[in-house]
Antibody, heavy 115, light 107 residues
Framework: EVQLVESGGGLVKPGGSLRLSCAASGFTFSSYSMNWVRQAPGKGLEWVSSISSSSSYIYYADSVKGRFTISRDNAKNSLYLQMNSLRAEDTAVYYC????????WGQGTLVTVSS | DIQMTQSPSSLSASVGDRVTITCRASQGISNYLAWYQQKPGKVPKLLIYAASTLQSGVPSRFSGSGSGTDFTLTISSLQPEDVATYYCQKYNSALGTFGQGTKVEIK
């Protein structure tokens, strides 16, 4: 069974940092591009970042460029999102999502940026 | 960057009605368009990809069409379990921009 399990969310002060992780299982992780997608409370889906299967190609939404860093470890079947200089508007549920066409989503981890 | 615009932002229809949601890309994206359904408190679910290909297990009352810049999601006969927010997403480049969503309710 395909599973994506996010962790690392929590409460952080503006300007702070967090590192999200996504543990993947049930499929060949190294064969898929991966994404982070977020959803602010009561708002729509926002694509955040993508990384190709071998980490050769990495892309960011303008809203996080220069502050967030996506990475992956295919040996550990894991995806990461390092979030620095966090702002109140980064408050959201962050989903780990598999592939260009996202048929598999994690359950999400909540990041709250507040003083 | 390519922007995705959905309309309407919300709609209310009766059970059995035909419902149509549109999605417009600011530049051509061929058929690299997916539709997702998100029920309250749930994770998004893939309905359609490649603009018109139904994901396995999705009821046949859902259909998609379009190419280039204009796309449509149609629910042929609205059911109570279709109450949800629907999102389009382009995937022709690695920037997977979503539309703002269309909330569907039962009248």
């Amino acid at each position: 069974e395909v599973q994506l399990v996010e962790s690392g969310g929590g409460l952080v002060k503006p300007g702070g940092s967090l590192r999200l992780s996504c543990a993947a299982s049930g499929f060949t992780f190294s064969s898929y591009s991966m994404n982070w997608v977020r959803q602010a409370p009561g708002k729509g889906l926002e694509w955040v970042s993508s990384i190709s299967s071998s980490s050769s190609y990495i892309y960011y939404a303008d809203s996080v460029k220069g502050r967030f860093t996506i990475s992956r470890d295919n040996a550990k079947n894991s995806l990461y999102l390092q979030m620095n200089s966090l702002r109140a508007e980064d408050t959201a549920v962050y989903y780990c999502a598999r592939g260009d066409i996202v048929a598999r989503w994690g359950q999400g981890t909540l990041v709250t940026v507040s003083s | 960057d390519i922007q995705m615009t959905q309309s309407p932002s919300s709609l209310s229809a009766s059970v059995g009605d035909r419902v149509t949601i549109t999605c417009r890309a600011s530049q051509g994206i061929s058929n690299y368009l997916a539709w997702y359904q998100q029920k309250p408190g749930k994770v998004p679910k893939l309905l359609i990809y490649a603009a018109s290909t139904l994901q396995s297990g999705v009821p046949s009352r859902f259909s998609g069409s379009g190419s280039g810049t204009d796309f449509t999601l149609t629910i042929s006969s609205l059911q109570p379990e279709d109450v949800a927010t629907y999102y389009c997403q382009k995937y022709n480049s690695a920037l997977g921009t979503f539309g703002q969503g269309t909330k569907v309710e039962i009248k």
